[in-house]
């Protein structure tokens, strides 16, 4: 069983860093050797301490800093495996084989962009000995840098939250909290407050959604640099009635739960969304823009419309929030194909990349 040392640098709490804390609590689980070097303070290590998982934080970390390059190296003199899940954390790991030889290093990629710079690309690609790619659609974009050593994994969904948080009883509690009536259709877009999800497309959907349906409330559960420019055209369109920013919540499932749809309307980089997913497996449906990895986890069911394209946006959450007896129909037909996106299908998965790096870790994969 290979001894693993995973590493993710950032401070803030993204779908990236859910992922990473998924992997390495399930391996631990599996009886693997995992352990997870964090930003000491950041979100992941504060998620991780709340949720009694094993973390190890460092003081620093970041790309070319002596100090953090030297603390990774002393915590993966002993392992076989590190495993890289940003750029910053690929450099650390580079630097720590440069003394530590025996050490194979793992890439997980999790967006679809090119990293920035040939020469970037060049150095990170040569200093990887195996990629992870949660879609199909960054496998080939990795293949296109001539990348040939990878595996497809697709990412997880928090099961034991989600099951938690739909049991909760708090529907109530949350709409008091927020203003909404009991009778108020909910359209919500989960995700940070970047310009690559899409808010302002929503945005300029809302006045057509909210003639037809004028009791709509919209939601907005997260948080980001964007926050006062959306808040600002919400109120230029003379629609802030009707939209909710809610910041970062840890109860986001709860929010999704009050939903009569979720929007994805994602203007690039999405590899694998798990929002996307986690309302699948609520059974909300889902109005998601037509990027191959969208596609690729609706397989069929929810709307996927053009990226960017207003009219048809608002046309399909207007068609969903008319016509309530189709809303089940899309549940039904998500929750069906929900297996694959367990927590322990993914470590079985990731530890099957890890396979020809480490000692063999079939015996571990067969347990799952």
Same mark, same amino acid.
Request: hydrophobic share 45%; with cysteine; aromatic share 6%.
């Given at each position: 069983m290979?001894?693993?040392?995973h590493?993710?640098?950032?401070?803030?709490?993204?779908?990236?860093?859910?992922?990473?804390? /998924?992997?390495?609590?399930?391996? /631990?689980?599996?009886? *693997?050797?995992?352990?997870?070097?964090?930003?000491?303070?950041?979100?992941?290590?504060l998620?991780?301490?709340?949720?009694?998982?094993?973390?190890e934080?460092?003081?620093?970390l @970041?790309?070319?800093?002596?100090?953090?390059?030297?603390?990774?190296? @002393?915590?993966?003199?002993?392992?076989?495996?590190?495993?890289?899940?940003?750029?910053?954390?690929v450099?650390?790991?580079?630097?720590?084989?440069?003394?530590?030889?025996?050490? +194979?290093?793992?890439?997980?990629?999790?967006? +679809?962009?090119?990293?920035?710079?040939?020469?970037?690309?060049?150095?990170?690609?040569?200093?990887?000995?195996?990629?992870i790619?949660?879609?199909?659609?960054?496998?080939?974009?990795?293949?296109?840098?001539?990348?040939?050593e990878? @595996?497809?994994?697709?990412?997880? *969904?928090?099961?034991?939250?989600?099951?938690?948080?739909a049991?909760?009883?708090?529907?109530?509690?949350?709409?008091?909290?927020?203003?909404?009536?009991?009778?108020?259709?909910?359209?919500?877009?989960?995700?940070?407050?970047a310009?690559?999800?899409?808010?302002?497309?929503?945005?300029?959907?809302?006045?057509?959604?909210?003639?037809?349906?004028?009791?709509?409330?919209?939601?907005f559960?997260?948080?980001?640099?964007?926050?006062?420019?959306?808040?600002?055209?919400?109120?230029?369109?003379?629609?802030?009635?009707?939209?909710?920013?809610?910041?970062?919540?840890?109860? %986001?499932? =709860? /929010?999704?739960?009050?939903?009569?749809?979720?929007?994805?309307?994602?203007?690039?980089?999405?590899?694998?969304? %798990?929002?996307?997913?986690?309302?699948?497996?609520?059974?909300?449906?889902?109005?998601?823009?037509d990027?191959?990895?969208?596609?690729?986890?609706?397989e069929?069911?929810?709307?996927?419309?053009?990226?960017s394209d207003?009219?048809?946006?608002?046309? +399909?959450?207007?068609?969903? /929030?008319?016509?309530?007896?189709?809303?089940?129909e899309?549940?039904?037909?998500?929750?069906?194909r929900?297996?694959?996106?367990f927590?322990?299908?993914? %470590?079985?998965?990731?530890l099957?990349?890890?396979?020809?790096?480490?000692?063999?870790?079939?015996?571990? =994969?067969e347990?799952?």
């Amino acid at each position: 069983m290979p001894s693993v040392v995973h590493i993710d640098t950032s401070r803030t709490w993204r779908g990236g860093q859910l992922q990473v804390f /998924l992997l390495h609590r399930e391996l /631990l689980r599996l009886g *693997v050797e995992s352990r997870l070097l964090v930003r000491r303070g950041g979100a992941l290590h504060l998620r991780c301490e709340d949720s009694a998982v094993l973390v190890e934080p460092v003081p620093v970390l @970041r790309m070319w800093h002596p100090p953090s390059v030297l603390a990774v190296w @002393r915590k993966t003199l002993r392992s076989q495996i590190v495993h890289a899940h940003d750029s910053h954390a690929v450099a650390l790991a580079a630097a720590a084989r440069s003394v530590n030889p025996h050490l +194979a290093v793992v890439g997980h990629r999790r967006v +679809a962009y090119r990293p920035i710079g040939a020469f970037a690309r060049r150095w990170k690609f040569r200093h990887v000995d195996r990629w992870i790619a949660v879609s199909s659609e960054i496998a080939e974009m990795l293949r296109g840098e001539g990348v040939d050593e990878l @595996r497809i994994v697709p990412s997880a *969904v928090d099961i034991e939250d989600l099951q938690r948080q739909a049991a909760d009883d708090s529907a109530d509690r949350l709409r008091s909290e927020f203003g909404i009536g009991n009778g108020s259709p909910v359209v919500g877009l989960i995700g940070a407050l970047a310009p690559q999800k899409g808010h302002e497309a929503l945005i300029r959907a809302a006045p057509s959604i909210l003639a037809a349906v004028p009791d709509t409330v919209f939601l907005f559960v997260g948080e980001g640099r964007l926050r006062r420019r959306l808040q600002g055209r919400v109120r230029q369109l003379g629609i802030e009635g009707a939209f909710r920013f809610t910041g970062f919540r840890r109860d %986001a499932l =709860s /929010l999704m739960g009050l939903c009569s749809v979720i929007a994805a309307p994602s203007l690039d980089g999405e590899g694998s969304s %798990a929002v996307i997913k986690e309302a699948m497996m609520l059974g909300r449906p889902v109005v998601a823009s037509d990027l191959p990895g969208n596609i690729e986890v609706l397989e069929g069911a929810g709307v996927a419309i053009p990226v960017s394209d207003v009219a048809p946006l608002a046309d +399909a959450i207007v068609t969903l /929030l008319q016509n309530s007896k189709c809303r089940p129909e899309f549940g039904a037909i998500h929750r069906d194909r929900c297996r694959k996106w367990f927590p322990c299908t993914m %470590a079985a998965g990731v530890l099957g990349a890890y396979d020809g790096l480490g000692r063999s870790v079939a015996t571990v =994969s067969e347990t799952i």
